[in-house]
């Protein structure tokens, strides 16, 4: 089935430092790709998304590039924050449309 | 502009009882998705629906789980005889299409303990 690796599964970086998650997919069919950003015991909210028709997106110190051809997607922070702190999950929304596939999520920790 | 709002927050069960979690759909959003997070873990698809109709449960346990969204009032997720393995957080996330392609906005989820 369709199926969503993300990696590092934890990631610690220095505030101001850039910080970089990397997925891949495995259904080339798939053609939308959010990211959502989770802090501890609330819900995911939407940071961005990309979807098939374009290679890159950015939104201020956000940004996330796709590449269809080898089926994989990151997400990149930079001038990273502490606020940043938290978990990031990719996903693929699935060929039918119906469901999106997530990774296991990557525990970000911004120091200052 | 109200968000998707879930009830209740927090659920605790023993084994054996029923559970059952509610989801109201953001404003115009006629399309309503239910996941599962397990602790540490991602979110796992379990169903999708319209309005009164189930369009993918493809992620849903064959027993003691079902749902509904019904032509008025929220969508229900409700599991029977919870056991010790049903504990986790359930999202729902709904849309305004439900066509591919479209954000889906998350509620805060339901905790459910089963003791």
């Known amino acids: 089935g369709e199926n969503v690796e993300q990696h590092p599964s934890t990631l610690s970086v220095q505030e101001g430092d850039s910080a970089v998650i990397k997925c891949t997919y495995s259904?080339?069919?798939?053609?939308?790709f959010p990211w959502y950003k989770q802090e501890l015991g609330k819900r995911p909210q939407l940071i961005i998304d990309?979807?098939?028709?374009?290679g890159e997106k950015k939104d201020q110190r956000i940004a996330v590039t796709l590449n269809k051809t080898a089926k994989h997607f990151s997400l990149h922070i930079t001038e990273t924050q502490p606020e940043d702190s938290a978990v990031y999950f990719c996903?693929?929304?699935?060929?039918?449309?119906?469901?999106?596939?997530f990774g296991k999520g990557t525990t970000l920790s911004v120091s200052s | 502009n109200a968000g998707v709002m879930q009830n209740p927050r927090h659920l605790v069960r023993r084994r054996g009882q029923e559970a059952r979690l509610r989801c109201s759909p953001m404003?115009?959003?006629?399309?309503v998705y239910w996941y599962r997070q397990l602790p540490e873990e991602g979110l796992k698809f379990m169903v999708y629906?319209?309005?009164?109709?189930?369009?993918?449960e493809s992620g849903m346990p064959k027993e003691r789980f079902s749902a509904e969204f019904p032509k008025e009032g929220p969508s229900i997720l409700r599991i029977q005889q919870v056991v010790r393995g049903d504990s986790a957080a359930y999202f729902c996330?709904?849309?305004?299409?439900?066509?591919?392609?479209?954000?889906?906005?998350f509620g805060p989820g339901t905790r459910l303990l089963v003791l």
């Open positions: 990309i979807r098939s028709n374009v």
């Open positions: 259904d080339s069919a798939s053609n939308y």
């Open positions: 404003k115009g959003h006629s399309h």
């Open positions: 996330a709904s849309s305004p299409k439900g066509s591919v392609q479209e954000t889906q906005y």
């Open positions: 629906l319209q309005k009164e109709n189930i369009i993918d």
């Open positions: 996903a693929a929304l699935n060929q039918a449309g119906t469901a999106l596939i």
